[in-house]
């Protein structure tokens, strides 16, 4: 069963690598979407893939890599896009 989240990362989650090791983790699961920071340093992401693995990689977004302090991880249901892997947008970078 295809399940499909955008979720928000509040915390220190930029500057510590939080998008590559997102999306590293993210395709060693096997889930598509996409990692992006967002102007108020938040990290937002699209995760969609079997329930299990989009449950680890929620599971994962709650702590993050070792330097991030995760302070909450709001999760929103959306529709599946098809994304084909899963990439790291760099459009909202400074």
């Given at each position: 069963?295809?399940?499909?989240?955008?979720?928000?990362?509040?915390?220190?989650?930029?500057?510590?690598?939080f998008r590559?090791?997102?999306?590293?983790?993210?395709?060693?699961?096997?889930?598509?979407?996409?990692?992006?920071?967002?102007?108020?340093?938040?990290?937002?992401?699209?995760?969609?893939?079997?329930?299990?693995?989009?449950?680890?990689?929620?599971?994962?977004c709650r702590?993050?890599?070792?330097?991030?302090?995760?302070?909450?991880?709001?999760?929103?249901?959306?529709?599946?896009?098809?994304?084909?892997g899963f990439?790291?947008?760099?459009?909202?970078?400074?």
């Open positions: 069963m295809l399940r499909a989240v955008e979720i928000r990362v509040t915390g220190k989650v930029q500057g510590v690598f590559a090791s997102c999306a590293e983790y993210a395709r060693h699961l096997g889930v598509r979407g996409w990692v992006r920071n967002e102007p108020d340093g938040s990290v937002r992401a699209h995760i969609e893939g079997g329930w299990t693995s989009v449950e680890e990689m929620l599971e994962w702590r993050g890599p070792r330097r991030a302090e995760v302070t909450d991880v709001q999760v929103t249901k959306v529709p599946a896009i098809d994304a084909e990439v790291v947008d760099r459009s909202t970078d400074h």
